[in-house]
């Protein structure tokens, strides 16, 4: 096989700065949203991004690591990229989870940033 499509590592390239910024200082993730991104966490939704910043930096841990085990990208007409990753974090001294995430990505005046997010853990309860 050749060379990656040009998606692949413009995504991996997103998905590495954006977790890079989480686990460091969450009000910096004001670089990769516009007033216009809309972000769905856990269920709960916000639009824009003084709305996002402000969610992602009131979560209730001080610190957090990912560990990302799976990442896909796929071009979407009209210049955007969608993004999953399926990993695991681990809060505070919380127990390691699950989680899965996806961003729509767009490039606005030569720099990728996420009009769309959604975000769940995954936890499993079946009994």
């Not at 972000?39 to 639009?47: A, M, N, P, R, Y």
């Not at 841990?61 to 990229?81: A, G, R």
């Not at 919380?94 to 030569?110: A, E, T």
């Not at 009009?115 to 009994?127: C, E, W």
Request: proline share 5%.
């Amino acid at each position: 096989m050749g060379d990656k499509p040009v998606w692949e590592p413009i995504g991996s390239s997103f998905i590495q700065h954006y977790y890079q910024l989480f686990g460091n200082d969450r009000t910096q993730l004001s670089a990769v949203y516009i007033d216009a991104s809309c972000l769905t966490w856990e269920g709960q939704q916000f639009q824009g991004k003084a709305a996002i910043v402000e969610k992602l930096s009131s979560l209730p841990f001080q610190k957090i690591q990912h560990s990302l085990m799976v990442q896909d990208h796929q071009p979407i007409p009209d210049s955007f990229i969608i993004s999953m990753v399926v990993g695991q974090l681990k809060a505070d001294e919380d127990p390691i989870m699950g989680f899965h995430q996806m961003f729509l990505l767009k490039n606005i005046q030569v720099a990728w940033v996420c009009t769309d997010d959604m975000f769940r853990l995954a936890l499993h309860n079946f009994g």
